[in-house]
């Protein structure tokens, strides 16, 4: 968390438009224009060296020669001026500037060099920057539209959304200004030179005008912080996030278009599910879901209640919430009595509640049935599909409104309604009706269910996370980072960054976990001694640095019993390993503890942008043929390692089922939760892959490991 106070750029006493212009249609036109018309109370200084008067607002010559204190400038200029009108910011005490020109590091070499000079002079003064290339910023609550966007936003508005897209961005906030959504805050942070997402989180977390918070994005900048303010802030307010460049081809298209590294997907959704972030499919589910939960309560549970006027729009809207994981339950006899006093005799009272055909008695039928849900106490949520006459007839529009709010804001029934609208163009004005009085409607089941399901698991996960206690402190013990630190100097020594398995294990052990009993060999007379001391049976592996899939290349012999077995063993690993890789050097064969259990693999991959992302899931050939595995950043919480193992296929596997005992979970929640305390210790671990690890009912052992390390620290 930043704390920084970040009000200069959202509430600033005065803004100077670096660039303004009289020249219709220039940039200096629009901003000035925008600025003006958006009903801003602060000063407004235009800067242009050639004009006395810009806008009918004395110009001035330079950002030096305004009066008075000035806390954001809007930068216009071109790139290769932009250093300098930054260094005159420095010197007049500007707190914060938006710079809107482009050509910096979206536009190769020359734009990085340029992209560094403002930074280096902004932090030489202190002054905070939003962009280079970027659309602007809005607080639609004081009437501040320092961006290209056009439009006086309406005030009183709760939604903030911070969006990497400019175009898009604002196309979305004015699609959503059609749908009686309002917004607070509005940013375009472009290419992220200094302001970062995660201060941008902080500050829209921390502020009361924000209750819902979108974010747009291609990238996250600085994952690792913004996951840590995820964390402080999803469980308070909901932020949604729309993460885009998801596949090959979109990613290449992102790249032309933002200059950031981007993390890997499974470490974005990893830190979206560990903080509490809902993670939205694209731009439209975006908007949806904003306006439902900045409309709406949160739903107390997953049942829903629904009332139509057509039977087969209603089962599939059941159809769909169900496949979001909702429920449609059958009314409890007294409800569905109550409404049989006031339905058509064939009308079903059963949920869906269909109101049948008789239009004339919509609005009363429509109203009654709502208030039975609302009354209902097995329906959580309240979903009135309009559907054609419904949709057409604005009483019935009106007659929902009514009954919502008498049960919402009159009798305090805090369950949300999500109305799911069909009709025509001509009738759509008719869900103003609704909107405009807080009530969401969503165009056909499709739509109305992916908000129901997200509202719903949102506010479930709100309690899930309540529970879960944070990470273990890190334990700083010097002796064991002392020998950890050795080993890995030893590998860097010996030319290599692959750490090998008896290396692996004996950093493991360190941490407090169980490892097989092994002994390196080097000749077959040390691997009889050695399988004695371990006790038969046996397995025998190669060790070598040229071998990174040991039984690839017949380099792993297990199940051997004896002597007489172990000799042939041993021989024929030599013989395969030299044959399937004739250049490989030998260190030696390890002789290990056989051991018995469910194989589970646990494995991490440093993401460049989250840092060390933790993954678990079935072993064996379940790795790569189901591909059952779930992820997490490091450090684990107690929590977050009794989830990743709840949330495999196999869960049911190593919980026990159909007369098999299960496994000690505590053992292998406990293996995870070390791993990741050595992870997060050991940031130079690149890779890691413990599979298998075997789990039983009682150990938890990890038989095999392989760790990849910077090559330098
Ligand atoms: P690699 O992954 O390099 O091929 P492993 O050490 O994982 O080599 O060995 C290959 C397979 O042999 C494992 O997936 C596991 O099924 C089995 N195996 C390895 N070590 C043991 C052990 N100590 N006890 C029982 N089975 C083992
Ligand atoms: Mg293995």
Redesign the pocket.
Known sequence: MTNENLDFFFTPRSVVLVGASNREGSMGYVFMENIIRAGYEGEIFPINPNEDEVFGLKAYKDVTDVPGEVDLAVVLVPADSAPNVMNKCGEKGVKGAVVISSGFAEAGESGIRLQNELVESSNRFGVRVLGPNCFGLYNCNIGLNASLALGTPERGGSISLVTQSGAYGMAIYTFALDHSMKFAKIIAPGNKCDLQDYELLDYLGRDHESGVICILAETISKGREFFETAKEVAPKKPVIVLKTGRTEGSKRAALSHTASLAGNLEAYRAAFRQSGIIEVRNGLEMIDLAKALDFQPLPAGKRVGIVTNSGGTGVELTDMLEEAGLSVPELSAQAQGSLKEFLPAYASPKNPIDVTTLWRKFPELYSRSIAALFESPDIDIVMPILLQRSAMMKEVSEAVRDTVIRYQREKGIRKPVYVCWVSTRDHLKNTEILQSAGIPCFEWPERSARVAGHAARYAERLQELKSRNPAPARVIDKKRDAKIESIIKGVREDGRTYVL?PEVKEILSLYGIRV?E?RVSTSLDEAVAAAHDIGYPV?L?VVSAD??????SG??E??IKDDAQLREAYERIEKSVLKNLPSARIKGILV?????GK?VIIGSVKDPCFGQLMLFGM??IFVEAFRDITYRLAPLAAFDAREMIEEIKGYPVLAGSRGQRGVDLEALTDTLIKVSSFLTDFPEVTTM?L??V?VSETDTVV??G?MFIEERA
Request: hydrophobic share 25%; glycine share 14%.
């Open positions: 398995e097989t092994e397995v592996k071998v990174v899939h040991k039984s690839d380099g792993v297990v199940g290990q503890e056989m051991s018995k194989e072993g064996g892959d599979n298998p075997f038989a095999d392989r």
